[in-house]
Structure formats: structure tokens, C-alpha cells
């Protein structure tokens, strides 16, 4: 599994997108995520529109393709299940390559493989534009209840040390012979993982602590200040959406206008 | 795996979506009537251990492997509330990270942190009510609810499935397919539930949620010398653990546990 970039997707530039304020960016990549979804899947044209448009925006972030490509690979265990849909969704048969598959077995297969990728791409570009720290500020002021935000945050924050002191577990483990290659070796991960869970606590009430001689009473000091979002910048994420809702739209009204 | 966007409808996905505002919502504040101040570093630092606890695999059969899920885990360590919130935005961070839908997080969500954290330390209280009220019982119960809320986490899938798949797949294939999977992976999540369950309850059992009641009843009894404790072992910190379990593995363990640096 890619930890690092689980960690921390930013990927560094100064392009447009990376500029824009964090919370236009989460509007605009929410809304157009409901958008792809919406779309119907028998407007096979309306997904390459979309796809246009998420991959106008990953070139408009000069996101290198081979960054994303690897990204996408999150949802191989899912392309693998739709890849199974033609030949056990139930309806009419066609034959593709000498072999009978189901019409709208095929027709969701691609419809499901469709949206979840268009989805995922649009959250790489906001993921890969924006530090987490922004992305953050920017819940916030999207008025996100603050105690999450504050979770999410210790959460980012310590899960780096919390994954690198497991690592360090994994060398003391390995380097005592242990190879884990059956179910018998979970009695030594679980021990790990108990260690890991006491430190992990441990380091919370420390943490607490430190916070507390600090002057925390409860609430963590207000947003980090930044220039509030100008109008052409909310203009700008408002039309992504209106670009994805006219594609969804479209697509729709012409499903309906099609004889079924 | 986390359900991708698409893959149930949208007025599905947002029906599941308030949900999940509902129960987390109620979760935050019934974490804050507990601990109120301390919600935030605790919950963060458990989110970031499930976070960890995820990425590590642990082998299933035939060279495949599985990740743990983690809700009954948090659960029974953190407690209820401050679980469901841990895994809640652990599935919030992953989902932005590109690591499920972001239009199906609500779904998610009310799977993993709500069935999930919530159902199973509902199950775990139940089970460990029925158990004779002794220290090995904790992680006997975490297991049975592992083992049970595994399904019944793939179960609340199904019910979403069937009330909003785009998918024409007969819902009795789902059924069987998600269950069978589901009783496979809730096997070896119990059996690292109970393990690491087990481990806690031996060097810091005061740090276990879901012991609580446990702990509370017993009392301070004055033992003869032969089972008595050496001077110097059950002071400080382990105050709340003194007196209740073997020492050699209390005096050991917490050796091992504080070796961490700040």
C-alpha cells in the first residue's frame, strides 16, 4: 500500500488550482462528484464529456498523468467486480468476441467503472492540489462542526508518527525471524498492534497534556487567517459545477428523447 | 473496500448521508458529555492508530490477504462514541485522499462507524454481560462482536444495495456473496480483536473502554505473602491497574508499552 501518498497526495505547483482557495475548490469537487454521479449511465457521450472536463482539470494542474494513473489504481479490486457484471447480471444477451454477455450487464459494468474513476479523479485533483492543512481550513470554514476538523487534523497530523513507530515494530519483528505467512502469525501482529494502540494512547494523553500547559481550554484557536475567496473565484467554482450539470442534464434529456 | 461513487443512486446515498450526520453528530456530543476536553487529542491519536491498524495486513488464506476494519477494536479501547467518531473520520480523511466515494461517505460512514463502532460495542456489552465477569471475558466478547458485526456491516450494505444498487445483480447472490466473504474476514478480525484486546487488558486494563464496569467492581483485597506483590512494581500511573492482574506480565508489558518517546 502507497503510504506515503495515502499521507500526504499534495503535489507541489503553482498553477491555477493550486492557487484557488481550498473551500471553492471542496464546493466545486463535491458538486461535480454529484453531478457524474447523476449522470445517466446509457449516455455513453455525456462520460466522455466528463472525462474531457476532470481531465482538462488534471492538465490544468499539470498533474503529470503517470501521478494520477497510480492513484487510480486505488479501485482495481473494484474494476475486477464490474469486469464480472456481464457474465452474471441476468437479461438479454448479446455476443461480444464470441462470447454471450449481458446487454445490461455490460451497460452498468461500464457505467459503474465510469463513475467511480470520473469521481476519483476529480478527488485526486482537489487531493493533489491543496495540502491537507488547507483542506482542513478550508472544512472549516465551510462550517464543518469544528470538533471534527480538530479530530481530522490531530489525526493527519499523528498518523505519519503512528505508521513510522509501526514500521519500527515491523523491523524488531522481522529482524527476530518473524515471517508472517499464516494465520498462526497474528498472535505477533496483534501484540503489535496492542503495543501500538497503548503508545498510540499514551501519546495522546501526553499530547493533551502538553496542550493544557499551553492554554487550551477545549475550544483550538480560530482558522488559520487567510484572504476570504474573491467573487471570481467562487464564479470559477460555480461554473465547473454548471458545466457538470449541463452535461448531466443533457445527458439525461437526451436518454429520454432516445427510444429505450 | 470502501463503496466507490455510483454505486448506489443518489437519493440512496444522501437518505445514508443524514444518517450519518444524525449518529455522528450524536456521537460528538455524547463523547463530549464523557470526556469533554480530552475528545480531541483521544480521538485523533485513535483515528490515527486505526489509520495505521488498517495498513496492516495480516495473511487470510492461499497467499491472500486482509486489513483489519477496526470498529469493534476502537470501540471496545476508546469507547463507543469517541470509536464511531475515529472511524468516522478516518473514512472522512480517506475519502478525500481518494479512497472511497466521496458522494458515498455517508454510506460508508453508517456501514463502518455506525454498524460498525456503534452496533458492535452494543453486541460487545451484551456478550460481555452474559460472560462471568472476569478480566479474560473482555476480549471473549470483543471477539464474538467482531465476529458478528463483520456480516452485519456487509448486511447494512446489502440493505443499501437493495434499496439503491445500480446494479441488476439478484439480491440472493449478493447476499450469499457479501456474507460469505464477510464470515471469512470477520474470522480473522475477531481473532485480531481479541488478541490485541487481550494484550491491552494485560499491561494497561485501565485504558480498555469496555472493561470499565469490570474493573470498578473489583476491590483492593490484601493477598498473602506467596502471592504477594514486590514493593515498587504497582505504584505510579498503573494505580488503577494495581492488584488485579499476574504482575510479571503488568511489570513487562508497560516496560515494553513506555518505551515510546514523546
Known amino acids: ?260 | 473496500m470502501h463503496i466507490p461513487d455510483g454505486f448506489v443512486d443518489a437519493p440512496t446515498s444522501a437518505a445514508f448521508g443524514a444518517v450519518a450526520v444524525a449518529g455522528v453528530g450524536y456521537a460528538v456530543k455524547r463523547a463530549g458529555d464523557e470526556a469533554s476536553d480530552q475528545v480531541v487529542p483521544l480521538a485523533g491519536l485513535c483515528a490515527a492508530f486505526v489509520f495505521a491498524a488498517q495498513m496492516l495486513n495480516f495473511p487470510v488464506a492461499m497467499g491472500t490477504s486482509g486489513h483489519l476494519l477496526g470498529g469493534v477494536l476502537a470501540a471496545v479501547l476508546v469507547g463507543p462514541w469517541l470509536g464511531a467518531i475515529a472511524i468516522a473520520v478516518v473514512l472522512g480523511v480517506q475519502s478525500l485522499f481518494a479512497d472511497g466515494g466521496l458522494t458515498a461517505l455517508g454510506l460508508n460512514i453508517t456501514n463502518m462507524a455506525l454498524v460498525g463502532a456503534l452496533g458492535g460495542y452494543a453486541l460487545f456489552a451484551l456478550v460481555l454481560r452474559l460472560l462471568p465477569a472476569r478480566a479474560p471475558s473482555v476480549a471473549a466478547a470483543s471477539a464474538v462482536a467482531a465476529l458478528i458485526t463483520v456480516p452485519l456491516a456487509a448486511g447494512a450494505f446489502v440493505i443499501e444495495f437493495a434499496l439503491g444498487g445500480t446494479v441488476d445483480l439478484p439480491l440472493g447472490g449478493v447476499v450469499g456473496a457479501m456474507l460469505g466473504v464477510h464470515v471469512l474476514i470477520g474470522i480473522g478480525e475477531a481473532v485480531i480483536t481479541a488478541a490485541t484486546v487481550s494484550l491491552v487488558m494485560s499491561t494497561r486494563p485501565d485504558l480498555v473502554y469496555g472493561a470499565r464496569d469490570l474493573l470498578d467492581a473489583r476491590r483492593l483485597e490484601i493477598r498473602p505473602p506467596a502471592a504477594a506483590v514486590p514493593t515498587g512494581h504497582g505504584g505510579g500511573t498503573g494505580a488503577a491497574a494495581g492488584g488485579l492482574e499476574p504482575t510479571a506480565t503488568s511489570v513487562t508489558g508497560r516496560r515494553a508499552a513506555s518505551g515510546s518517546e514523546a
Open chain 1, 1 to 260: 500500500m502507497g503510504g506515503a501518498h495515502v499521507l500526504d497526495p499534495y503535489h507541489p505547483g503553482g498553477s491555477v488550482l493550486h492557487r484557488l482557495p481550498a473551500q471553492c475548490k471542496i464546493v466545486a469537487t463535491f458538486g461535480y462528484v454529484v453531478c457524474v454521479v447523476l449522470t445517466p449511465i446509457t449516455a455513453g457521450w455525456a462520460f466522455g464529456a466528463h472525462l474531457a472536463v476532470v481531465g482538462g482539470l488534471c492538465a490544468l494542474a499539470r498533474l503529470p498523468p503517470g501521478l494520477v494513473l497510480r492513484r487510480l489504481a486505488v479501485e482495481l479490486p473494484f474494476v475486477a467486480f464490474a469486469v464480472a457484471l456481464p457474465f452474471v447480471v441476468p437479461g438479454e444477451r448479446t455476443e461480444v468476441l464470441g462470447v454471450a454477455l449481458s446487454r445490461p450487464g455490460l451497460e452498468q459494468a461500464f457505467g459503474l467503472v465510469a463513475r467511480a474513476t470520473l469521481g476519483l479523479m476529480t478527488v485526486i485533483v482537489l487531493a493533489a492540489t491543496t495540502p491537507a492543512r488547507e483542506l482542513l481550513v478550508g472544512l472549516e470554514r465551510l462550517r464543518m462542526p469544528p470538533v471534527i476538523v480538530a479530530v481530522a487534523s490531530f489525526m493527519i497530523r499523528y498518523a505519519g508518527i503512528v505508521i513510522d513507530q509501526m514500521g519500527r515494530m515491523s523491523v524488531a519483528r522481522r529482524s527476530r525471524a518473524h515471517e508472517p505467512r499464516s494465520l498462526l502469525a497474528t498472535r505477533a501482529l496483534a501484540a503489535s498492534l496492542g503495543t501500538l494502540f497503548i503508545r498510540s494512547y499514551e501519546r495522546g494523553e501526553r499530547v493533551h497534556l502538553a496542550m493544557l500547559a499551553r492554554g487550551y481550554t477545549g475550544a483550538l484557536p480560530g482558522a488559520l487567517p487567510g484572504p476570504a475567496p474573491r467573487r471570481a473565484q467562487w464564479g470559477a467554482a460555480l461554473c465547473l459545477v454548471i458545466l457538470g450539470a449541463a452535461i448531466a442534464v443533457l445527458g439525461r434529456r437526451l436518454d429520454l428523447g432516445a427510444p429505450a
